[in-house]
């Protein structure tokens, strides 16, 4: 059974930062995809970043310049390092990952940005 463990979320000012983990357990094959979503209260879950196998990623417009996700394949765990955070960035975060091309989601993390 795979499971996804998120870590990381808390409160922060804004202006500040925050390192999500989420680490993967129960499998014997690759994580393939990496992603991270979040949800806002009263709002849809919205894709914020993507790691494939071979490193390569793609973030949400909202968030380039800001945030970097990563990987650490030895570890079965993918980081989303958030900077510069605003009051618009709080939500819980989720971490989605691809193995074999089914899908397992974390239990969410929250994350609140103080004015």
């Known amino acids: 059974q795979v499971q996804l463990v998120e870590s990381g979320g808390g409160l922060v000012q804004a202006g500040g930062s925050l390192r999500l983990s989420c680490a993967a357990s129960?499998?014997?094959?690759?994580?393939?995809?990496w992603r991270w979503y979040r949800q806002a209260p009263g709002k849809q879950r919205d894709l914020v970043a993507t790691?494939?196998?071979?490193?390569?990623?793609n973030y949400a417009d909202f968030v380039k310049g800001r945030f970097t996700i990563s990987r650490d394949n030895a570890k079965n765990t993918v980081y989303l390092q958030m900077n510069s955070l605003t009051p618009e960035d709080t939500a819980v975060y989720y971490c989605?990952?691809?193995?074999?091309?089914?899908?397992?989601w974390g239990q969410g993390t929250q994350v609140t940005v103080s004015s």
């Open positions: 129960g499998s014997t094959f690759s994580i393939d995809v």
């Open positions: 989605k990952a691809r193995i074999l091309s089914r899908y397992y």
């Open positions: 790691i494939d196998s071979g490193g390569s990623t």
